[in-house]
Nanobody, 112 residues
Framework: QVQLEESGGGLVQPGESLRLSCTAS????????MGWYRQVPGKEREWVAL????????KYADSVKGRFTVSRDGAKGTLFLQMNDLKPEDTATYYC?????WGQGTQVTVSS
């Protein structure tokens, strides 16, 4: 079973940026979709940014369009989420999803 290791979360102020990373123990970008979800206590996990096709087709939730970018590094087996212009409502635990497995989650807190 593939293991996913996430990193990059933290506490930032509104308007700042963070970059999340998720590295798989086995490189395989053929299983789709892959991407990022987030969850706040008491709510369901929601998708944020997904890679949906082998050619790199992307989907973004309306709430993050224009601010977040999902990308991947095939050589490293790593998935990224660049988050710019962060807002307090982006505060959540972020989970990567690759090869039908979930990462452990990384906390992102946006607060002044």
């Amino acid at each position: 079973q593939v293991q996913l290791e996430e990193s990059g979360g933290g506490l930032v102020q509104p308007g700042e940026s963070l970059r999340l990373s998720c590295t798989a123990s086995r490189r395989d970008f053929t299983v789709l979709p892959m991407g990022w979800y987030r969850q706040v206590p008491g709510k369901e996990r929601e998708w944020v940014a997904l890679i949906t096709t082998p050619a790199g087709g992307l989907k973004y939730a309306d709430s993050v369009k224009g601010r977040f970018t999902v990308s991947r590094d095939g050589a490293k087996g790593t998935l990224f989420l660049q988050m710019n212009d962060l807002k307090p409502e982006d505060t959540a635990t972020y989970y990567c999803y690759m090869q039908s497995q979930w990462g452990q989650g990384t906390q992102v807190t946006v607060s002044s």
